[in-house]
């Protein structure tokens, strides 16, 4: 189908059922976390999805198109990336399953009262509010800082929204994970699993992979590590069934 | 030198500075999680070390082989396993560099006060008291369940003898990491530092190695992972290292 391009966008394939996606290389473009993300969360057939601070809408569209699930929301504040989003998801024929809704991550459950997730699923800003900030206004500013939400709101907001047993799915950096827990515990957020993605296998590790259940008892499973590169510039085999190549 | 020997006690090689190890197989004999954690544990030169529920010994023995570590304290609540332990110690002529005490871990920082250890280890029963548990008395049962102790026992303990700057290594499973994460951060032990343990490369780790600090900020490292075999039967080689193979 057609679609209107803005000055500085451009569209890239995502190797997965014809999927493309609108970016703004100049704004900010997804990263390898949004699609490690999009592969870890478990979404069965009928569940309804949200996702907190959707960016470009990557990660509906990605889990639109490798699992069952019935709808997908995307939540984001910026109204002009919410809007390229929109394009994206009509570009690809998917309005009857996903919607973006522009607002405000901090006042989610007041946006959805009432409705209720079976699965949210968040890939958020990692970096404290003014860790080496210069311009805190900017996309990429909102998008890699705490400086329109944090943790804490994220953590919060799905709890208030998430029924009993219902998932939560979050990737963040490892140096934030005594928070990480300290959070999800004081929500009542149960993490069951966790996994580690390393850049190499004898490097640490880069990013966390989460899933937290509300409610349910104390028991996580620590999966087998995430390793992206083999060797310098090849991914593991793993990575290229992530990205669908 | 001669060390006298009871009725079903065998001595075992460490593979290190020609120490060895008396064990009772029909009690309890160490397992790799002991040797494993003596080599995460970072010990400097000069450092007084206390090891919480020693059993065998093996980890005041183990350490004061790979580190310059000035006194090593072993800390055990059985009467005849403390005194096997000290039997191993005069058969390596450690005695000069280590002493087991015998007492109730949950009463460490009142044995030991006015003590200050620059790092506490542990490698406590994982298993929560009353699961599949048959016989609560067996050495094995103290060793291996929450009979004599519990993981907020032992942090609390840690977390009262150590100096402001002080480590805590602890090596569990990773099921209990919620639990793990959320007792340090009760008694302000800040995780630092986290690598998980996997059988093979491709499967969920059975083992995590925890290095805690008493105060200081947030920001954990982690390490990469640790796969114990490379192929069936064969170890990777980090783990002969460790074994100083």
Redesign the interface.
């Known amino acids: 189908m057609d679609v209107e391009l803005k000055e500085g966008e451009r569209i890239d394939d995502l190797q997965r059922n014809g999927y493309r996606i609108i970016q703004n290389p100049a704004r900010f473009c997804f990263g390898m976390d949004a699609v490690l993300l999009s592969g870890f969360a478990e979404v069965k057939k009928g569940e309804t999805v949200l996702d907190l601070g959707t960016g470009t809408g990557i990660i509906p569209i990605l889990l639109e198109g490798r699992t069952q699930g019935s709808y997908f929301t995307g939540l984001e504040i910026q109204e002009d990336m919410a809007e390229m989003a929109s394009r994206s998801v009509a570009l690809n024929g998917q309005q009857e399953k996903i919607r973006i809704v522009r607002g405000d991550l901090r006042e989610a459950s007041r946006i959805f009262r009432g409705a209720s997730f079976d699965v949210i699923v968040s890939n958020p800003p990692y970096m404290a509010e003014n860790q080496g900030l210069k311009n805190p206004d900017s996309p990429l500013a909102i998008a890699r800082h705490e400086v329109s939400c944090n943790l804490e709101d994220i953590i919060r907001e799905s709890a208030g929204l998430l029924p009993d047993g219902g998932r939560f799915y979050l990737v963040h950096r490892?140096?934030?994970?005594?928070?990480i827990?300290?959070c999800?515990?004081a929500y009542h957020l149960?993490?069951k699993r966790?996994r580690?993605v390393?850049p190499f296998?004898?490097?640490?590790?880069n990013m966390?992979l989460i899933e937290a259940r509300r409610g349910g008892g104390?028991?996580?499973?620590?999966?087998?590590?995430l390793?992206v590169y083999q060797a310098p510039g090849v991914y593991h085999r793993e990575i290229t069934e992530i990205y669908g190549y």
Chains 1, 2 share one sequence.
């Open positions: 490892p140096r934030r994970l005594a928070d827990f300290a999800l515990n149960e993490p966790l580690m390393h296998a004898d490097r640490p590790a966390v104390r028991f996580l499973k620590a999966d087998p590590p390793i």
